[in-house]
């Protein structure tokens, strides 16, 4: 009998070391996976809870004795019934987890709404039909694949066809395999890659905010890609940081000239003119309102010389002075001629907008009478010291009454024109009265800035809005309303700055004006009690 326990003492201590051991090796296969591979550790770990399971049966097997002994007791009998309350708190706790977890209210405090997706984002993935999975490659321990990771979970609160998988490609080299092939992601898997698929469909994030993370959810679901045409051939503005905005909001970005050409390709949805330096031909005019009356969107920005397009735009109503607008308040580094502007008429594009910027901007003017079937919106106006100046060979500026134009002055606008019926689809033949009406009825759009360089590269990523307006802005000409501009967080930091008497006030009243305080209260409590 004493041979039979003594076998099974040292049965149980074998047990016991051993799932150390495994354990220790899973544990060495997270820091070096290379030579413990994820599938191994996996095995040794689930080995080792098993070996720790049959550790602790035979230890209760061993002391069955002195535990029976021990729950007839009434130390025993009390522990028990803490035990149950125990049970009984933990079994409420987790109750109250489960209903905060399936009806979750979640509370951002911040000013700027710094830890919430914005209204246009829950609008895109509440709207989600179909099972999405956010593929990250991630590495443990990384702060800033947790921040994208935490990130994410915000989209899958919004919508329950989120879903969310992680894969370390060093720790789960097989699984990373498998999702290359799957998705033809190529070899060359790195960690903060972050891959979105639908389906067969795959699109990969090239970024890590919000912006990106919603413009890669537009490129997964939408299924036709615009194209938007940038004129060339005049000296335009080459806005890189503008097309490469575009492209993250699922927009195709091509270079168009109209030498020689008679119209623009079919598949243009919006043609852009960024502040040609050389006046536009006749004939290519012609070719942009032509388009206009068809149907075609244009953005119109004009250059602090003459494009060739001011009488076209005086035919619609819009007058582009021959100026240069200054403003000595509201500037960029003390630059008059680079005025900044916070006034915005009401409208959809200017909606969220800060401070913009508009450096070598001309001044705009509407028409008291708009020619028939087109209606004009003011989007931005500068501020009332503002003005146009006309002097443009001065070397000193002034404002000249009888020549300057004075502010608030436009600078930009918005424009919904009457598609002529000639000029608008035909109906087909069986339609109803109401379709040809329809037909009659359709309107096109277009914007005119007074200048370009408000997206140039230097002014696009700034902390200006200048970005969110020219995505805004193409956005509305392409009826694009989910495709907004999602403005990035403000990062400032909310901290005090307090002048030299305001440190040391501080420093008196909290750091030396207590304690001394205490002091003397304490001193006056002992004589008093001293003399009692």
């Not at 989120?162 to 998705?183: G, M, N, V, Y």
């Not at 020549?403 to 019926?421: C, E, I, R, T």
């Amino acid at each position: 009998m004493q041979n039979k326990k003594s076998v099974l003492d040292w049965a149980v201590t074998a047990i016991g070391a051993i799932s150390v051991l495994l354990l220790a090796g899973a544990l060495a296969g997270t820091y070096f996976p290379k030579v413990i591979s994820f599938s191994v550790a996996n095995g040794l770990r689930i080995a080792g809870w098993i070996g720790v399971g049959l550790y602790a049966v035979g230890v209760a097997w061993q002391s069955r004795e002195f535990l029976m002994d021990l729950a007839r007791s009434k130390k025993a009998q009390g522990g028990a019934n803490t035990l149950v309350f125990s049970i009984a708190f933990l079994a409420v706790l987790g109750l109250l987890n489960f209903v905060g977890a399936k009806y979750n209210k979640r509370v951002d405090v911040t000013q700027n709404k710094q830890y919430s997706l914005s209204e246009q984002t829950k609008k895109i993935v509440g709207n989600l039909k179909a099972e999405t999975k956010v593929v990250m490659l991630v590495r443990p321990g990384d702060p800033h694949v947790q921040q994208m990771k935490e990130l994410w979970q915000e989209y899958a609160h919004v919508s329950k066809q989120l879903k969310f998988e992680t894969i370390d490609p060093d720790r789960e080299p097989s699984k990373a395999r498998a999702f290359a092939t799957e998705f033809d992601t190529g070899p060359n898997l790195r960690y903060g890659q972050v891959f979105l698929t639908q389906g067969v469909k795959k699109v990969e994030v090239t970024g890590s905010t919000e912006q990106d993370f919603t413009a890669g959810l537009l490129k997964l679901t939408q299924d036709k890609q615009k194209v938007v045409y940038f004129l060339e051939g005049h000296g335009e503005q080459d806005l890189i940081q503008a097309k490469s905005a575009l492209a993250k909001q699922n927009y195709k970005t091509e270079n168009l000239s109209l030498l020689g050409k008679k119209d623009v390709p079919a598949d243009a949805a919006v043609v852009v003119v960024a502040g040609p330096q050389s006046a536009l031909m006749a004939q290519e005019v012609d070719v942009l309102k032509a388009y206009v009356e068809q149907g075609g969107r244009v953005f119109a920005m004009l250059s602090d010389k003459r494009t060739g397009m001011e009488d076209w735009l005086t035919q619609l109503g819009i007058t582009a002075r021959n100026d240069l607008v200054v403003d000595p308040r509201a500037n960029i580094n003390y630059e008059p001629a680079m005025p900044v502007a916070l006034r915005y008429p009401h409208h959809a594009i200017t909606q969220g907008l800060q401070a913009t910027a508009y450096p070598m901007t001309r001044s705009l003017m509407q028409a008291e009478k708009m020619p028939e079937g087109v209606t004009a919106w003011s989007l931005v106006e500068t501020s009332p010291e503002a003005w146009g100046e006309t002097n443009l060979m001065s070397r000193e500026i002034g404002f000249d009454a009888g020549k300057d134009a004075k502010g608030p002055l436009s600078l930009a606008y918005a424009l919904m024109l009457d598609q002529k019926p000639e000029a608008a689809a035909p109906v087909a033949s069986g339609s109803t009265e109401a379709d040809a009406l329809d037909a009659e009825k359709k309107q096109t759009r277009m914007i005119v800035m007074g200048t370009a360089q408000f997206a140039a590269d230097r002014l696009y990523g700034s902390e200006l809005s200048n970005g969110d307006l020219f995505l805004k802005s193409l956005n509305w000409l392409a009826e694009e309303d989910a495709l907004v501009s999602i403005p990035a967080k403000d990062t400032t930091p909310r901290t005090i700055e307090m002048m030299g008497n305001q440190i040391n006030a501080v420093f008196l009243t909290s750091v030396a004006g207590v304690p001394a305080l205490m002091v003397v209260i304490g001193s006056v409590i002992w004589w008093r009690r001293r003399r009692a």
